[in-house]
Structure formats: structure tokens, C-alpha cells
């Protein structure tokens, strides 16, 4: 399963496979933000937006972090996972972030009519968007992660502050 995350750092297109590289995570997290506290999320710092999702797939292994430029606003995490995990493991994981102010886009959904091909949701809070995943472990990191089958995926996304990201029209006259 392959699940591709837009970046507003211009990368051409990370994928699933590339989120679920090994990469040295933060010993020291952040606390979990309050459970209730919505009016909270559009502020969401991405230490925070990370410590929810550890909160979140706690239960399933420990999040992994890819090293992120300074600045940048995406997160590409990975959780290994023992086997593949299916759909009422996933709900749970969304209802852990519900609990830290995430609201689902829809339900976890199958990505295919093989249950064994993993799954896919989305959660939003504020600005942050994140798309998370359970699939099999890709063939080429199979042995890097021997002996888990799976993992959850994670990509999470917010526009980036204080960047220009708003251009001008092409009509505009200076």
C-alpha cells in the first residue's frame, strides 16, 4: 500500500513506503494534549500533533519519526505493528485522537476487498490534516523490522506559517 503525502516543504511526492523508514525518534516526548480541549486545536504545535499520535498508536508499538527540516510543517512517522493491523484496531487509534480535539473524515476504510492489504483514514484538528494507514511492512524493510508484519503509516500535513503561500493573481498589475 502505498499512501502519498503532500509536503508545502516542495519534495517531489513521499510515499508510505518511504514514510515507513527506520529514523532515531525523540526520546522525549510532550505531554499528550488535554482530552476536550478542541477550541485548542487550530494552534496544534507539531510537538504536540506528534505527541497525540504517540498517545494514539501507544498501544501498537512505538512511533517512529522521520528527521524533518527545520521549520517544516509535515510529519512522516511509522509505527511497526506485530501483524497487519485491520479495522477495529484502527478505530481505536482514531478514537484516541478524538479524545486530544482530532475529528475523523470519514471511517477507516479497507483499501481493497483483501482485509490483509491494510487500511486508511483521515483526522483533522485546526490546520493539521493526517492521513494514517495500516498495511503490511514493504518487502525491502521487512528484515530492518523482522519480525513485524505491519505498521501503521502516519503523515500529517498543516499549511506552513509565515510562508508566502499565497501568490498573486495572475491578472494582478503591480
Not at 29 to 47: F, I, T, V, Y
Not at 114 to 133: A, P
Request: negative net charge; proline residues 10%.
Amino acid at each position: 500500500m502505498m499512501l502519498s503525502i503532500a509536503s508545502c516543504g516542495g519534495s517531489d511526492g513521499d510515499t508510505g513506503a518511504a514514510a515507513a523508514k527506520p529514523a532515531a525518534s525523540s526520546a522525549s516526548a510532550a505531554p499528550a494534549s488535554p482530552a476536550g480541549h478542541q477550541g485548542e486545536a487550530a494552534g496544534k504545535s507539531l510537538k504536540q500533533v506528534e505527541s497525540d499520535l504517540r498517545f494514539a498508536t501507544a498501544p501498537h508499538g512505538d512511533l517512529h519519526v522521520q528527521e524533518r527540516p527545520p521549520g517544516a510543517c509535515t510529519l512522516h512517522a511509522t509505527v511497526p505493528t506485530a501483524k497487519v493491523l485491520g479495522n477495529t484496531a484502527m478505530t481505536e487509534v482514531v478514537a484516541r485522537l478524538r479524545s486530544h480535539g482530532w475529528t475523523p473524515n470519514g471511517p477507516v476504510e479497507q483499501v481493497s476487498d483483501n482485509e490483509d492489504d491494510g487500511n486508511l483514514t483521515r483526522v483533522t484538528s485546526g490546520d493539521w490534516d493526517v492521513t494514517l494507514g495500516a498495511a503490511p511492512m514493504p518487502p525491502e524493510l521487512k528484515e530492518a523490522y523482522a519480525p513485524d508484519q505491519g505498521a501503521i503509516v502516519i503523515g500529517a500535513l498543516s499549511p506552513c506559517k509565515g510562508s508566502s503561500s499565497a501568490l498573486p493573481s495572475p491578472t494582478a498589475r503591480p
